[in-house]
């Protein structure tokens, strides 16, 4: 039977045959225990306290349109938009620089075949991005050989694009995997020709000015509003049957769309970059 906090009950009683020397030594934990966390929230780097008029207010921001599957959504106001629905003049060719070759069609772009992969002239680091795509309909093949394109986050980390509507592949290979390393949590595909969208949060690797590696980079991915990876820790970068080890990089680096032979579609694309040292203050 449990105790119950009551006069009645001696053990929880404060008044009941408690010793000063007991009551001293209470207290004496008591502010030791504020004393340490003071001391943690002052090296925490916290320059305010609770409610405090003085912490600077965040910029205001217009918050954007969400989309339909007629109608592209709007950015957010502070957005850096990476697609203006009409050109690829914020993209080039990953293999020689060149202008990218993807098609454009009415506000959307898609893959391509056997043009190559596509990168933003723009350089990205620790960033919230905003991905919008659709695999082929009808759909053609089975397994990554359908609907298979890919978000390259630091040209060096596959958030897999893929047809996994109602088509079975490997778990670290259907859409939503940090390709070869993490599956999704749930497979939350639309069927084949529905616009669906990718929500990601990413924060990039850090190196030591001597290249060893301080952090791994990690990713947060939402599909169709759906958590499908939770902060996961990227090993590497994304390979095919290879789980390359982490070199020194720069800490801002180009996005690429990966071309894998299917006509996938991407429209309203955009990027939150995220300052590097952010900390609340
Ligand atoms: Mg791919």
Same mark, same amino acid.
């Given at each position: 039977m449990?105790q /119950?906090?009551? =006069?009645?009950?001696p053990r929880?009683?404060? =008044?009941s045959g408690r /010793?000063?020397? %007991?009551?001293?030594?209470?207290a004496?934990?008591?502010?030791?225990v504020?004393?340490?966390?003071?001391n943690?929230r002052?090296?925490a780097?916290q320059k305010?306290v609770?409610?405090d008029?003085?912490h600077?207010?965040?910029?205001v921001?217009?918050?954007?349109?969400?989309?339909?599957q007629?109608?592209?959504?709007?950015?957010?106001s502070?957005?850096?938009?990476?697609?203006?629905?009409?050109?690829?003049s914020?993209?080039?060719?990953?293999?020689?620089?060149?202008?990218a070759?993807?098609e454009?069609?009415?506000?959307?772009?898609?893959?391509?075949?056997?043009?190559?992969?596509? &990168?933003?002239?723009?350089?990205?680091?620790?960033?919230?991005?905003?991905?919008?795509?659709?695999?082929?309909?009808?759909?053609?093949?089975?397994?990554q050989?359908?609907g298979?394109?890919g978000?390259?986050?630091?040209?060096?980390?596959?958030v897999?694009?893929?047809d996994?509507?109602? =088509?079975v592949t490997?778990?670290?290979? &259907? %859409?939503? %995997?940090i390709?070869?390393?993490?599956?999704?949590?749930?497979n939350?595909?639309?069927?084949p020709?529905?616009?669906?969208?990718?929500?990601?949060?990413?924060h990039?690797?850090?190196?030591?000015?001597?290249?060893?590696?301080?952090?791994?980079?990690?990713v947060?991915?939402i599909q169709n509003?759906?958590?499908?990876q939770d902060?996961?820790?990227?090993?590497g970068?994304?390979?095919?049957?290879?789980?390359?080890q982490?070199?020194?990089?720069?800490?801002k680096?180009p996005? /690429?769309? &990966?071309?894998?032979?299917?006509?996938?579609?991407?429209r309203n694309l955009w990027v939150?970059?995220?300052p590097?040292?952010w900390?609340?203050?």
């Amino acid at each position: 039977m449990r105790q /119950r906090f009551t =006069s009645s009950n001696p053990r929880f009683n404060p =008044s009941s045959g408690r /010793r000063p020397g %007991a009551v001293l030594a209470t207290a004496a934990v008591l502010i030791a225990v504020l004393l340490v966390a003071t001391n943690t929230r002052s090296t925490a780097g916290q320059k305010y306290v609770e409610h405090d008029r003085s912490h600077p207010l965040p910029p205001v921001i217009t918050s954007g349109e969400c989309s339909t599957q007629d109608k592209a959504g709007a950015p957010p106001s502070d957005a850096i938009v990476l697609f203006n629905g009409k050109d690829l003049s914020n993209w080039e060719e990953v293999e020689g620089g060149g202008p990218a070759k993807w098609e454009v069609g009415d506000g959307y772009f898609q893959t391509v075949p056997k043009t190559g992969d596509i &990168q933003t002239k723009d350089k990205f680091g620790d960033m919230q991005l905003h991905v919008e795509w659709a695999t082929p309909n009808p759909p053609h093949g089975e397994d990554q050989d359908r609907g298979n394109s890919g978000v390259f986050l630091q040209g060096l980390y596959e958030v897999q694009v893929l047809d996994s509507y109602h =088509s079975v592949t490997y778990a670290d290979g &259907q %859409a939503s %995997a940090i390709y070869g390393q993490y599956p999704p949590q749930v497979n939350a595909c639309r069927a084949p020709g529905q616009w669906q969208t990718y929500d990601i949060i990413f924060h990039g690797p850090r190196f030591s000015d001597e290249g060893t590696l301080l952090r791994r980079a990690r990713v947060t991915v939402i599909q169709n509003g759906v958590l499908t990876q939770d902060n996961v820790a990227i090993m590497g970068p994304t390979g095919n049957h290879i789980r390359p080890q982490y070199t020194p990089t720069p800490e801002k680096m180009p996005l /690429r769309l &990966q071309d894998h032979n299917h006509p996938v579609r991407y429209r309203n694309l955009w990027v939150r970059e995220i300052p590097s040292n952010w900390n609340g203050d």
